[in-house]
């Protein structure tokens, strides 16, 4: 069956430090690929994502490629923030019941 | 634009007791979906409803029902709700554009059960 695998948190980083969150998938055919940010307390966002090989999604200063050849989808930032401080889903979808995979969630902390 | 509501926003419930959960969306999508959030576990599918009249089971069904009556409302009830029922609950409704579907969540419910 599908699978998302992401790397363990907690991740602490100081302020503008860069940010990886690595992200790897098992998965039938093609599937689309999502990073999803869950603040403290509230519900999932969508962040980003993208829908075939080679796409990179972006949004906020965050992006992920899409990688076929190594299954993986690794969300990046390149200065972060205190704000940024949330945990991050990976998941995907591959079609069929309409249903998603999502990976455990890491969470982030970013210290001044 | 509201998107997803969820209700209540928390509840501390006993054991045996009877409980729903609502979700209404107004963004008139076709498909929704509960899941339950556990710390080190994820999200875990509870149930789902491709569209309105019809509802499926997802991997962690048993002690929970839906209905979906129409596109807007798709309830969760606790038939006689137990303390491994103590989570985070979300609803969610996903828009298919071309080959994907896209999922949009609500601000969930955090439920206690003693």
């Known amino acids: 069956g599908d699978s998302v695998t992401q790397m363990e948190g907690p991740v602490t980083l100081s302020e503008e430090a860069f940010l990886t969150i690595n992200c790897t998938y098992t998965?039938?055919?093609?599937?689309?690929l999502f990073w999803y940010v869950q603040y403290p307390g509230e519900g999932l966002q969508l962040l980003l994502k993208?829908?075939?090989?080679?796409d990179k999604g972006s949004n906020k200063g965050f992006e992920a490629t899409y990688r076929k050849e190594t299954t993986s989808f690794h969300l990046e930032k390149g200065s972060v923030q205190v704000s940024d401080s949330a945990v991050y889903f990976c998941?995907?979808?591959?079609?069929?019941?309409?249903?998603?995979?999502f990976g455990t969630g890491t969470k982030l902390q970013v210290i001044p | 634009i509201a998107g997803i509501t969820q209700a209540p926003t928390s509840q501390i419930l006993a054991a045996g007791r009877r409980m729903t959960l609502r979700c209404t969306q107004d963004?008139?999508?076709?498909?929704m979906y509960w899941y339950r959030q556990d710390l080190g576990l994820g999200l875990r599918l509870i149930h789902y409803?491709?569209?309105?009249?019809?509802?499926g089971k997802g991997e962690v069904p048993d002690g929970y029902s839906v209905s979906r009556a129409n596109t807007d409302d798709f309830p969760l009830t606790l038939a006689s709700a137990v303390p491994s029922q103590t989570s985070v609950y979300f609803c969610?409704?996903?828009?298919?554009?071309?080959?994907?579907?896209?999922?949009?969540f609500g601000p969930g419910t955090r439920l206690t059960v003693l």
């Open positions: 998965a039938t055919g093609y599937p689309s």
């Open positions: 998941a995907l979808f591959s079609g069929g019941y309409q249903k998603v995979t």
């Open positions: 969610a409704s996903s828009v298919r554009s071309g080959t994907t579907d896209t999922q949009y």
């Open positions: 993208a829908t075939k090989a080679d």
């Open positions: 409803s491709n569209t309105a009249g019809t509802t």
């Open positions: 963004m008139r999508h076709n498909a």
